[in-house]
């Protein structure tokens, strides 16, 4: 569909949207485009009956409120677009909403378990320093995981002391702790050089080919390290950026130096560190205090 391929390049080129932004809304308008294919539908004839009828079929399949919310805000968007672009006279999708999916407080590694997992690379191979740098900058940071594997090796100051992570328009500098420096120093000066294919391969982080590390291919290392650390929790990439946020809550740290360094444009998607610091505190006190039985 010729309207879509132009409001994929909206976001891409006008709104400078993630990668991960624009495969998410593009992936939801593809299925509404084959659902609106199934009712014999084009773009043109969509109604707010037709939008209330896919939410209804998207219930029917099991979608969480979280994933209907999320798909109505990409047809939202797309159909503002569609206005503009003068295919549409107006958005059917304004004032449709859907019950909010309850938000649940993120899970995060208690110090111990940080301590455990980033101990768990060894340096005695290419793959040890290489995990060891990559694990040690993720709770160093609290960067995403699409982040950390986009740095390049200019984006790494280590006299300084930081990273500079660059996500669409914007660009933030993190500062390192010493552990974090001396990984990454490690990595970059003895084994990346080893590790790359090219000799103008700017990546930071390079898979055993020799090229960019893979989301998919990290994934699967931070999922053989928690096996590794026997830890009894789902980690994800994201955990170690959610005990990144809480660790520097609880020991201090204001919230908006949290919510520049996480990149958050809205101090309200940092809040939620504030409860979860909040609930931990409460947890222990419950099970401490002599009283609280």
Known sequence: MQLLEEYEENLVQVKHASDNTVASY??????FASYLQEQNLEIEDVERETISSYITALQEK??????ISRS?????????FAVTKGVRASNPVVNIHVEKAEKKLPQILTGKEVELLLNQPKCTDLKGFRDKAMLELL????????????????????????????SGNKVRIIPLYPAAIKALGDYIEKIRPKMIADSLERSLFVNVSGE????????????????????????????????????????GADLRSIQEMLGHSDISSTQ??????????????????????
């Open 26 to 31: 593009m992936r939801d308008l593809h299925q």
């Open 212 to 251: 960019r590390m893979s989301r998919q291919g990290f994934w699967k290392i931070i999922k053989y390290y928690q096996e590794k650390a026997q830890i009894d929790k789902d980690i994800t990439p994201h955990t170690l950026r959610h005990s990144f946020a809480a660790h520097l809550l609880e020991n």
């Open 272 to 293: 939620i560190y504030a409860q979860l610091v909040k609930q931990n505190l409460k947890s222990v006190y419950n099970k401490y205090h002599p009283r609280a039985i």
């Open 72 to 80: 109505l805000a990409s047809l939202k968007s797309f159909f503002t």
């Open 62 to 67: 099991g979608k969480s409120a979280a994933t």
């Open 139 to 166: 709770y160093a940071t609290g960067i995403r995981v699409s982040e950390l594997i986009n740095l390049d090796v200019d984006d790494v100051n280590l006299p300084g002391g930081f990273i500079k992570c660059a």
